[in-house]
């Protein structure tokens, strides 16, 4: 059973940089067919696919944050991390993590982690 | 990208009642050459991450009730929980993966007790 949980901070000022983190157990974050995906929600809308990778170096990110976004593995602590510069209130959401196993769903996910763009 | 609608946006059904959902897509996410349709359901709980439930349009997730049941093909997919219980008030998501990525979902169905 892979298990995922999120990490980071809760709040953030508008223009900085935001990092999450994702760690992973029940599974190797190496492991063949595994596409680790960043998902977000914002207060009270639908969920927006933000971005994956895989092979530990392979990403794909959504074309409406393509210029800010990067998510890269860190394969000694079997996590992956999202980075998003630039942040504005529009940043403001609930960030998950999930499994998708090369098929585009998600079988697995993080609880989530709200992050809010204030100053 | 392929625009998923969903309806209605949402839904009030008395317990032990069936209950449907529909989502409608923009193009036909069936691909000829393996005969899938690429189109995934989830619920999502108050307070909770998203939870898979079907996958390529009909096949149940791992441990996911047998009252939930997903049809349709090419543009037009239905959800339906079959005798509604209490566990199951959610706002319900379809998402497709028949396109390369972005990934998109429908805007959601509230799913209340009547």
């Known amino acids: 059973q892979v298990r995922l949980q999120e990490s980071g901070p809760g709040l953030v000022k508008p223009s900085q940089t935001l990092t999450l983190t994702c760690a992973v157990s029940?599974?190797?974050?190496?492991?063949?067919?595994?596409?680790w995906t960043w998902f977000r929600q914002h207060p009270g809308k639908g969920l927006e696919w933000i971005g994956y990778i895989y092979n530990s170096r392979t990403t794909y990110y959504s074309p409406s944050l393509k210029s800010r976004l990067t998510i890269s593995v860190e394969t000694s602590k079997n996590q992956f991390s999202l980075r998003l510069t630039s942040v504005t209130a529009a940043d403001t959401a609930m960030y998950y993590c999930?499994?998708?196993?090369?098929?585009?769903?998600?079988?697995?996910w993080g609880q989530g982690i709200l992050v809010t763009v204030s100053s | 990208d392929i625009v998923m609608t969903q309806s209605p946006d949402a839904l009030a059904v008395s317990l032990g009642a069936r209950a449907t959902i529909n989502c409608k897509s923009s193009?036909?996410?069936?691909?000829?050459?393996?005969?899938?349709?690429?189109l995934a359901w989830y619920q999502q709980r108050p307070g909770h991450p998203p939870k898979l439930l079907i996958y390529w349009a009909s096949v149940r997730a791992s441990g996911v009730p047998d009252r939930f049941s997903g049809r349709g093909s090419g543009t037009d997919f239905t959800l339906t929980i079959s005798s509604l219980q209490a566990e199951d008030v959610a706002v319900y998501y379809c998402q497709q993966y028949y396109s390369d990525p972005p990934y998109t979902f429908g805007q959601g169905t509230k799913l209340q007790i009547k």
């Open positions: 029940g599974g190797s974050i190496t492991s063949a067919g595994s596409y």
């Open positions: 999930a499994r998708d196993p090369n098929t585009g769903y998600s079988d697995y």
């Open positions: 193009q036909s996410l069936l691909y000829n050459s393996d005969n899938k349709n690429y």
